[in-house]
Structures are given as structure tokens and as C-alpha cells.
């Protein structure tokens, strides 16, 4: 019986569990002087893409799962970063929205992406480009099945 099939460095899921934890890890200095969590900081940048979003739509375009998305904007509603309230043109939905302190936090937060992308040392912006298409497809297959 040949089982190479299970060895950690044929693993391609393996690889990118580390790398995910390597770059998490990355953003932890940044983020620590904005007094925010890897997930909170995902919720910041959709809202201020899209400031007044349905929780709907923030899920959506965070892909955080609902459990954990209600923790993050408790906690982040407590810091005073957003609020959620009732939509009044439809009752039945929530929205987010940003507090004057997290709409200020974007000025402080704007060099975090080239800040991360620094450590990219071995990786040329066209290997970058190339790495961000194949996550998007490896993205779109298990979403999609």
C-alpha cells in the first residue's frame, strides 16, 4: 500500500493553512495599534468600501460565517467602530454602519497592504497577480460545489 498521497508535503491544503496563519500573523503588529482583530479589520475595509450595508451584504463580501460575524460586530459596536440598526425602508433587515472613530481608523490603516506586502520579499508583483487568480478560483470551486 502506497500512502504518499498522505504525506504533508504533497499536500497542497497543508501549504496553504500555513501560509494563511503566516500572514495572519503578519498583520498582527499593524493591526494591534488599531486595536483590531485579522476578522475585524476584513469587516473594516468592507465598510469602508460600502459604508450602510446589510449584514446580508456584508457576509456576502467578507464571506465570514454569520456565528462569527455576530461576535465581530458585537465587539466592534462595543468599541464604538460601527453600529447595527433597522433599515427603515425594510424592517426586517440590519445595517451596519460606521461610527466617526472607525471612518478615522481608514486614514491610519492605509499603509497596512503595502506594509504586509513588504514581506512578500520572494514574491514579484506578477507572481502576486498570479497567486490572487488562482486563490480566487480555488475560492470560486469550494464555494461553488
Known sequence: MNNSQLKLDNQICHRLYRASNSVVRAYRDALNQLDLT?????????????????????LNKTKID????????KKMS???LLSVGVDKKDKRKRLVKLESHGAQLQ???VHIPEQIRCRFQ???TQEADQLIQLLDKLNFDFENT
Not at 469587516?43 to 446580508?56: C, D, G, T, Y
Not at 454569520?66 to 460586530?73: E, K, P, Y
Open 122 to 124: 520572494s514574491i514579484n
Open 78 to 80: 462595543e468599541k464604538q
Open 38 to 58: 485579522y476578522p475585524q479589520y476584513v469587516v473594516m475595509m468592507a465598510l469602508w468600501e460600502e459604508n450602510r450595508i446589510s449584514i446580508a451584504g456584508l
Open 107 to 109: 486614514q491610519q490603516a
Open 66 to 73: 454569520g456565528g462569527a460575524m455576530t461576535q465581530i460586530l
